[in-house]
């Protein structure tokens, strides 16, 4: 059996890269191979984070002293940042794609919703409501060969819509509509830099990660230790890599067993709390103050853009109350103009 040839590396941050106090000891290790894999194999390394891009610089820091970097980042609400030197660039069009891509994704996923329920309610007899909302529904069937039936057929209108999730418990079929933004990412990066799904290796913990571990997205997939059971569930039904090991020891783990073809999808015993590194109250309150700070920018930056294109179309007289928009300005000049009268 051919080994798997991984080209794209795509991983959560926080639980999946750091989060362990004793991830400083895996440095080293991670760091020899990740450098192996990009020299031999051409690889790349995605991280798609929540995180917005200040905290993530934050949280990185000592895997930047130590060497160890991500050739792309994907920050809160889609932003894409390559790796510049010795920092990282905003990538306009690829996070623009990325924004469409999420958009177009999450009106498919409504629209698809609306119509698997119609379907199933108006073409399946003895269906019966249980719940139906805007991200979701919950069918159950008369029989439980009506809803096996059913559920292939809902599994062949998602085989193209990662943003859905489809599962069934006996005769009941739930759809639901889940957050897809890292999904979609990796999708269009894999799309831009030529990868294809046989060779993206998808790791994560939380839920949050479920679009992102998805085959559709990513052939080979893989958790650590620390995952939810959710997201070990997911893995298991997938055939991914469950790592016996936490944090960056475990995803040093699941690169080394997919690329050796030593995959083992068993679900390991409940392990005890994780012990995650320890963080001063001085260090927490840092890093939220520079998240606020950060996000205070972002909305003064959004705000001045939407107030000089209103002050541009009022000022061709193409906006409703265009007059009264630019009143103030009218008024200001004027002033200036009598300023200027008195000292000329």
Known sequence: MRKPDIRLLATDLDGTVIGHRDDRACYPIFKDLIGELRRNRHLLWIISTGRH???????????????????????????????HGKGYQ??????????????????????????????????????????????????????????????KWVRRQTQEVPALKAIRKEREIEVEQIACRRGHAVRVLAERLGVSRDEILAVGDTRTDMCMLDQRVAFYTGCPLNADDETKQIVHDLGGHISTEFTL??????????????????????????????????????????????LLRSYMLGGAIVAITLVVFASFGVLPFSGLIMKPFYLFFRAMDGFWALFS
Request: proline share 3%.
């Open 53 to 83: 891009y200040g905290s993530f610089l934050s949280f990185t820091g000592s895997l930047e002293r130590a060497g160890i970097h991500a050739d792309l980042v994907v920050t809160h609400r889609g932003r894409v940042f390559e790796r």
């Open 90 to 151: 905003l990538k306009l069009a690829y996070t623009a794609r990325v924004v469409l891509a999420s958009m177009l994704g999450h009106t498919r996923a409504r629209r698809e919703l609306r119509r698997m329920h119609h379907h199933l309610s108006t073409h399946v007899r003895g269906v019966r409501r249980v719940l139906l909302l805007k991200d979701r529904f919950v069918l159950r069937f008369a029989t439980l060969e009506s809803a096996q039936e059913s559920m």
């Open 249 to 294: 020891s475990g995803l040093i783990d699941i690169i080394r067993s997919t690329l050796d073809g030593n995959v083992s999808s068993e679900i390991p015993p409940l392990p005890e709390e994780m012990p995650r590194r320890r963080r001063s109250g001085h260090q927490v309150s840092r890093t939220g103050s520079r998240d606020r700070k950060h």
